[in-house]
């Protein structure tokens, strides 16, 4: 079973508002990412975790914050968001950080 | 140059036709290499590892030319349902950055 799955499945949030992505796997992998993709573009990195500590950070602004409770749990909490940050938010996760990636299905976000 | 570059379609294919996917990489010390096939509004899926001794998984086959810096993808006796954007996926530097980099896709139609 290769699963990621991810909550909610859209959002909506205006600017001020205070929200998180979830994402969960099972398959007992140690690297897990979070990816930001608008439409027609390829995804791009935003964070990796490894064995539960932020290893990459693509210089992604502090109005998003990731978190890594435990080697199941991904989170992303969103404040103050633009409207250009509106896009699919894509969580994805792998055994080891040089293996391949399985990705959840997405969260669509728009920030109104 | 591109760090990885890929025919930029859109590939129009009638059913049973066999189609090819090129995509060049400019970092030789790139590690690993994928395609991902990725549907609208979905997320990416996984669909084969690449090799350089090649691989092939039904009528689908992969190449990998180490020496050019090319990977290839074929697609024999096309469905409908292999209708889709081909992301070539590049993986790590040869050092300690397994960050995955995407060529920018390319669409495919399969048409009845």
């Known amino acids: 079973d290769t699963e990621v799955t991810q909550t909610p499945k859209h959002l909506v949030m205006g600017m001020t508002n205070k929200k998180s992505l979830k994402c969960e796997q099972h398959?007992?992998?140690?690297?897990m990412y979070w990816y930001k993709q608008k439409a027609k573009k390829p995804p791009e990195l935003m964070f990796v975790?490894?064995?539960?500590?932020?290893?990459i950070n693509e210089s992604v602004p502090s109005r998003f914050s990731p978190e890594c409770p435990n080697s199941s749990l991904l989170n992303l909490h969103l404040h103050a968001l633009q409207p250009e940050d509106s896009a699919l938010y894509l969580c994805?996760?792998?055994?080891?950080?040089?293996?391949?990636?399985?990705f959840g299905p997405g969260t669509r976000l728009t920030v109104t | 140059r591109k760090e990885v570059e890929q025919d930029p379609g859109p590939f129009n294919v009638p059913e049973g036709a066999t189609v090819a996917f090129n995509c060049t990489y400019s970092n030789s010390a790139s590690q690993s290499f994928f395609w991902y096939r990725q549907d609208c509004r979905k997320e990416p899926k996984l669909l084969m590892s690449v090799y350089s001794s090649g691989n092939e998984d039904g009528r689908f086959t992969a190449q990998l030319n180490r020496a050019s810096q090319y990977i290839s993808l074929l697609i024999r006796d096309s469905k409908l349902s292999d209708s889709a954007t081909y992301l070539c996926v590049v993986l790590g530097d040869g050092g300690s950055n397994y960050k995955l980099t995407f060529g920018k896709g390319t669409l495919l139609t399969v048409n009845p």
């Open positions: 994805a996760s792998s055994q080891e950080m040089w293996d391949e990636q399985y």
């Open positions: 398959m007992g992998h140690r690297a």
């Open positions: 975790y490894s064995y539960e500590k932020l290893s």
